[in-house]
């Protein structure tokens, strides 16, 4: 079985193959390829015009620090700025919030958690270490080709509506740097997206199948078993099992409010096939 870090990039390139055909041909999906723009300097920001409106007004700062403070902070953060109800997929937890890295053909519309950067000009945490010590709770933390789920309003016909897309980044392992690289929104006001759609990978003949489908939405880890069976453990972040049952082929979910609040790493696997996530109890 290959390991997990090694089939990131393949598993990025193919999974999104195919999901404009799931949303239908009527998708307008606008997609930016921008030109990579890292940051890795203390203070140092990017500003996103999601839309590119001709008031040029700013819907989401990335923002760096590096060796900060005299608590020694480094780290990365996106802020949802514009209008009041642009957000960010995600949760808060403990007074921070912390935006999901999501996975390439996850959906991003009208039912998706926005609060993952806490309100109009509050931040996102997207990876932090202060003191030597990180944090738990973050999920971009060395990700390559994260995914941020975002809804921005835009005025229509003097109605300000809702849009949903994608945003592309690369957070650096050592918290010092975070590369932002592209995005794509569907154009239809109130129409979701799927993270990745509308890139330039779609049908790339490297695509390698995902064998299990696992998530988490609200307080609840949705996952389905294409062929055969699968356990579903949930582990601690110091590799205590926590929880396990076996299950069969088909669709499945577990509330997650029967764990103790925090951190884990739900994983799904048989003899053939892994996948896991980290999860948020709250």
Request: hydrophobic share 35%; glycine share 10%.
């Amino acid at each position: 079985m290959k390991d997990k870090k090694q089939k990131e990039s393949l598993k990025y390139l193919g999974a999104i193959s195919g999901l404009l055909a799931a949303y239908g041909a009527d998708a307008q999906i606008k997609y930016v390829d921008l030109a990579d723009t890292t940051l890795n300097t203390n203070n140092a920001y990017w500003d996103l015009d999601i839309d590119e409106d001709s008031l040029g007004v700013v819907d989401y700062r990335f923002i760096q620090y590096v060796d900060t403070s005299i608590f020694n902070v480094s780290g990365n953060f996106v802020q949802s700025r514009g209008v009041a109800a642009n957000s960010i997929i995600g949760l808060d937890y403990g007074n921070y919030a912390y935006p999901f890295n999501l996975s390439p053909g996850d959906s991003i519309g009208p039912n998706s958690v926005y609060k993952g950067s806490g309100g109009s000009y509050s931040l996102g945490q997207l990876s932090m270490i202060s003191n030597g010590t990180g944090s738990p709770n973050d999920k971009f933390n060395g990700a390559l080709n994260g995914l941020i789920g975002v809804r921005f309003r835009a005025e229509v016909d003097d109605t300000l509506r809702n849009y949903y897309g994608w945003i592309r980044v690369d957070v650096a392992a050592d918290y010092k740097s975070i590369t932002i690289k592209d995005y794509g929104y569907n154009e239809q006001y109130g129409e979701g997206i799927v993270a990745g759609e509308g890139s330039a990978w779609i049908g790339l003949p490297e695509a390698e199948e995902q064998v299990f489908s696992l998530r988490q939405l609200d307080e609840t880890l949705y996952f389905e078993i294409p062929e055969g069976k699968a356990q579903l453990q949930i582990f601690s972040l110091g590799g205590a099992l926590v929880w396990e049952q076996d299950y069969e082929k088909g669709q499945s979910r577990l509330d997650l409010q029967e764990l103790e609040k925090g951190m884990y790493i739900a994983r799904l696997h048989n003899a053939e096939s892994s996948e896991e996530i980290r999860v948020l109890v709250y």
